[in-house]
Nanobody, 121 residues
Framework: QVQLVESGGGLVQAGGSLRLSCAAS????????MGWYRQAPGKQRELVAC???????KYADSAKGRFTISRDNAKNTVYLQMNSLKPEDTDVYYC???????????????WGQGTQVTVSS
């Protein structure tokens, strides 16, 4: 299966920046969509940003104008550049990848372990 490893989270002051990275490894035919989601304890996981293999992007309203998602297909890696961070951005951020299985070509969704983002006021 596919393993996703996130990095780049941490503690920053309001107005600061972070860059999250997520690298995919394992067996897959092709990765289609990749994205970043956030989740607080006891709450639903919410989309922050996603990007297709062709480069089409989508953002949550709260992320528009501040965050930028990008990917490097050669490295099987997706990034989230987070600028002008606000305390309300504080959460655990999870990487997601939708990939086609090598043998069956069926589409599966995979999740990383999450990385903590904390923004202080």
């Amino acid at each position: 299966q596919v393993q996703l490893v996130e990095s780049g989270g941490g503690l920053v002051q309001a107005g600061g920046s972070l860059r999250l990275s997520c690298a995919a490894s394992g067996s897959f035919f092709r990765i289609n969509d990749m994205g970043w989601y956030r989740q607080a304890p006891g709450k639903q996981r919410e989309l922050v940003a996603c990007v297709t293999r062709g480069g089409t992007t989508k953002y949550a309203d709260s992320a528009k104008g501040r965050f930028t998602i990008s990917r490097d297909n050669a490295k099987n890696t997706v990034y989230l550049q987070m600028n002008s961070l606000k305390p309300e951005d504080t959460d655990v951020y999870y990487c997601n990848a939708v990939a086609l299985d090598t043998t069956t070509r069926f589409e599966y969704s995979y999740w990383g372990q999450g990385t903590q983002v904390t923004v202080s006021s």
